[in-house]
Structure formats: C-alpha cells, structure tokens
C-alpha cells in the first residue's frame, strides 16, 4: 500500500483541474451527481486494479452514472442491518407509553445502549467490507460480485492491514472534504470531489493487495478507444 501516492496521484495528471472541476459540477445534481461520483471514483479504483498510468479518468457520464449505481445497490445493501439494529430506538418510546415512566426508561436506556453499541460494531465492520464489495464491482464489472459476501469477507481477511489503512485514509480524505467549507462553500464542492479521487485510488490499492494483483477482464469496464 502506497498511502501518500492516493493523495498525491492526481496532481500528476496535468489535467487534473479540469478533472476535477467536472466531475464536482456534475455532482451537484440532486441524488445523481452523488450516484455518478460514485461510479467517477469506482472507475479510478478499476484503473488502479489495473494499473492504468492515468489513474484519474475523464467525465464519462453515463458509465460513471451506471457503475455508480452499482455502488449505490451495493452499499444499500451493506447498510440494511444498520436500520434493523435501530429498530429497538423506535420501540423504545412505545415500551414508555405502556410501562409507565420509570420501568418504560429503563428498558427504552438499555433498548439504546444496546442499539447503539450494535450499530457501532456493524458499522466498524462496514468500513472494512464496503471497499472490498467496491474493489469486487470495479474489477468485475458485476453487481452480483459485490453482494458475495463470503468472497468479499475473504478479501479482507487477507489483507486485514490493507483495509485498515483504507479506513485510515478515507477518515482523513473525509477531513479534507471539508476544508472547502473555507471558499463559502463552493471550495468543499472541490475538496470533497478530490475526497471521492482518494478513497477510489484507495479501494484499488487494498483490493490488490488482496488479491495479490490477479484481476478479472470485464469488458463493459473496458476503457474505450479513442
């Protein structure tokens, strides 16, 4: 893992700017932008997977619209638990109503420690999953790929550090998203587009470092002619 090369690749890129600039713009459109910087920044991990020397792509709206919803079904999916594990939360008001004041909040404290520390936990565990399903979809291509979660969980088991260090550098990807909010705002439509670029070269990375380089040909991810 190359943790300062997921910073710093872009700049190499002496287009990077107007890379950069695009695919922010494009982002500001509810839902969809977020959807196609997904996809934007699925496309960079498939480069670096396939160590592509430009790593940071053009504005390919309806294939980075398509693989970002990929992502979207994927992470979807992922988070699903997290809403059951929040349900005893809803519960909790009612268990009040019926019990009365004080049996009702002691259950419905306990019903929220319990939730929380459970949603902490899948939520931990999320982190290290969600890049490695993210590495299966840009290698593969397949949507199905990255619902496999027996196959995604041996990815991480075999690069355990690798997926830290993604952890590691998309909690300081996420601070620098923010710095834009200095430029009233329109610095973090940037900077958090610049965020996107990072975490892609870093699901590269990690996915691999797990599969120790092997990639699988997909040819809908096939980069066009010109």
Not at 153 to 168: D, S
Request: glycine share 10%; with cysteine; proline share 4%.
């Amino acid at each position: 893992m190359e943790f300062g090369l997921a910073f710093s690749y872009v700049f190499e890129d002496t287009d990077w700017f107007k890379k950069i600039a695009l695919a922010a713009l494009v982002s500001l459109i509810p839902l969809v932008g977020q959807i196609f910087l997904i996809g934007w920044a699925l496309e960079i991990t498939r480069r670096v997977i396939r160590n592509d020397s430009t790593p940071l792509p053009d504005l390919d709206f309806g294939e980075n619209l398509g693989k970002g919803f990929k992502a979207f079904v994927v992470g979807l999916v992922y988070a699903l638990p997290i809403f059951v594990l929040m349900i005893p939360n809803f519960i909790a008001p009612v268990l009040v109503n019926v019990l009365g004041d004080d049996a009702g909040n002691v259950i419905a404290v306990i019903f929220s420690i319990c939730s929380s520390i459970l949603v902490f936990i899948y939520s931990l565990l999320m982190a290290f999953l969600l890049p490695a399903a993210y590495g299966r979809v840009a290698d593969t291509g397949n949507l199905g790929d990255g619902l496999k979660i027996g196959e995604v969980f041996k990815l991480v088991k075999k690069a355990p550090t690798a997926y830290l260090i993604v952890l590691v550098g998309t909690l300081l990807a996420g601070l620098i998203g923010q710095l834009g909010v200095i430029a009233c705002g329109i610095g973090v439509l940037l900077t958090y587009t610049y965020s996107m670029a990072i975490m892609g070269h870093f699901w590269g990375q990690a996915y691999k470092e797990a599969t120790g380089g092997r990639v699988t040909s997909a040819a809908s991810f096939e980069i066009p002619e010109p």
